[in-house]
């Protein structure tokens, strides 16, 4: 019992884990209540474009002396904006036009980089450096994931009905348009407030993970929001003081607990594990020859 006590309190005892704890939690407290409406709604590959594609909003505001939360939060819905756009004005599919958006943004942002003098690590953008997180970086990221957070509970039930039937919600009278472009404001706010803690590559994880786990063991949304949100908060926190103890990269950390979770999810959920499947079949074929055998 005292060593997992001091596996815990050691890595505290520093003032830059506590920034990287904090930090950790709020970024998945957000991105669990997000990720669930996102995998209602199939925009698993949407959080993923706009995550890439604001690389080059950063690199520009960099180069302009700009806050690099500014430059990514207009790359990235620059990105959600277009893919609206070409998917309503084309036949392509919103699917393919995504990956045509971002991986342009995301190639585009690299090029940049390249040619743009920068003191900005490049390893530190794309998969996030938690440890150097500053007083500073905490404050901007409480405002924006904190700020996030609020709007999606106070309107949680317009857009849980939008994901869910966007038919019915504009038969209702709901803003459909208005909650669609809400969600990405969102979703483009969220991933801003993540770049400190996981990076570009490593926040589609964040958005996804939390709520596909919660979505295999309940059948109701607001369970899947408290599941989703508890299994974030744990994973980043226990993600956070694995790195310090196995002296590895923190956001990489956080993802491979959520994806642990997912796949004890996946295997073992009361009635969509696939374990919990199987024993349940071989129980009803043992029932179905326990009765023939009683009717013959």
């Given amino acids: 019992m005292t060593g997992i006590i001091d596996w815990i309190v050691l890595p505290l005892s520093y003032p830059f884990m506590q920034r990287a704890l904090i930090v950790s939690v709020m970024v998945g407290a957000v991105c669990a209540v997000l990720s669930c409406y996102l995998v209602l709604r199939g925009w698993s590959l949407m959080g993923d474009a706009i995550s890439h594609a604001v690389l080059p909003g950063i690199v520009v505001a960099h180069a302009l002396a700009l806050p690099l939360a500014v430059g990514a939060f207009a790359a990235g819905l620059s990105c ?8 309503e004005s084309s036949r392509v599919k919103e699917d393919t036009v995504m990956g045509i958006v971002f991986s342009g943004m995301f190639g585009f942002g690299l090029v940049l980089f390249t040619k743009v003098d920068t003191d900005q690590h490049l390893n530190h953008i794309l998969f996030g450096n938690v440890l150097g997180v500053t007083v500073r970086d905490l404050v901007e990221t409480a405002i924006v994931a904190g ?3 609020v709007v999606v509970l106070v309107k949680r039930r317009d857009l ?3 994901c869910f039937d966007p038919n019915h919600a504009r038969a209702i009278g709901l803003p459909v348009r208005l909650l669609h472009y809400g969600l990405l404001v969102l979703l483009s706010l969220t991933i801003v407030g993540s770049l400190k803690a996981v990076g570009i590559i490593l926040v589609v994880a964040m958005l996804v993970a939390p709520g596909a786990t919660a979505y295999l063991l309940t059948d109701s949304f607001e369970r899947m929001l408290a599941i989703a949100t508890v299994a974030a908060v744990g994973s980043s926190a226990v993600g956070t003081l694995v790195s310090f103890h196995l002296d590895g990269a923190t956001g990489a950390c956080i993802v491979l607990v959520q994806a642990f979770l997912f796949v004890l999810a996946f295997l073992f959920a009361p009635k969509r594990g696939l374990l919990s499947a199987r024993m349940q079949r071989r129980r009803a ?6 009765a023939s055998e009683l009717a013959d």
């Fill in 285 to 290: 074929a043992g029932a179905a020859l326990n």
């Fill in 160 to 162: 849980l009905l939008y």
């Fill in 147 to 149: 700020g996030t957070l």
């Fill in 80 to 87: 959600a904006l277009l893919t609206g756009y070409l998917k």
